[in-house]
């Protein structure tokens, strides 16, 4: 199970982003964030993509 901590990618925010993978991980992420955080796909620049990655943790 690979997680990202909402609020450690910059968000006040509580959610455990969850996944089997870190594609699947980073997806729900941005599902998360777009819902909850109202991200945008143009708001999701590499930089930030590459930032949330490195927040991935396995567990
Ligand atoms: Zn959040």
Redo the contacts with the bound molecule.
């Keep these: 199970m690979k997680t990202i901590n ?2 450690e ?1 910059g ?5 455990i ?1 969850r996944g089997e993978t870190d594609e699947e991980v980073l997806k729900n992420g941005m599902e ?2 777009k819902k ?2 109202n991200m945008k796909e143009d708001d999701m620049t590499p930089e930030m993509k590459e930032k949330i990655r490195g927040l991935i943790r396995s567990s």
């Design positions: 909402c609020r990618a968000f006040d925010c509580d959610h982003v998360h964030a909850d955080h």
